[in-house]
Nanobody
């Protein structure tokens, strides 16, 4: 069974910060690369940040230096700290494995950045 529950989104002004959380019910959590994805209407979902089981991280260029992904193995949580938010960061954010498990997509959490 796979269940990924995202939270922490909201409305924030440009330049502000948000911290997203993902509660992962996933038997392979400890060995899976986990990621945060985002999607805006009419566009494909994109992977914005990933973290390997050993803690290696990777980011899409547009969020480098502003977003930080982390994970807690004890709590089976994945986090995304988002700083210096821009209007173009507005999207629904999802967590999933990398590559994604099709049945792992949850409802996501909406992030809206006002200018």
């Amino acid at each position: 069974q796979v269940q990924l529950l995202e939270s922490g989104g909201g409305l924030v002004q440009a330049g502000g910060s948000l911290r997203l959380s993902c509660a992962a019910s996933l038997s392979s959590f400890s060995i899976s690369t986990m990621g945060w994805y985002r999607q805006t209407p009419g566009k494909q979902r994109e992977l914005v940040a990933g973290i390997t089981r050993s803690g290696g991280v990777n980011y899409v260029d547009s969020v480098k230096g502003r977003f930080t992904i982390s994970r807690d193995y004890t709590k089976t949580m994945v986090y995304l700290q988002m700083n210096s938010l821009k209007p173009e960061d507005t999207a629904v954010y999802y967590c999933n494995t990398v590559p994604a498990i099709s049945r792992g997509w949850g409802q996501g959490t909406q992030v809206t950045v006002s200018s």
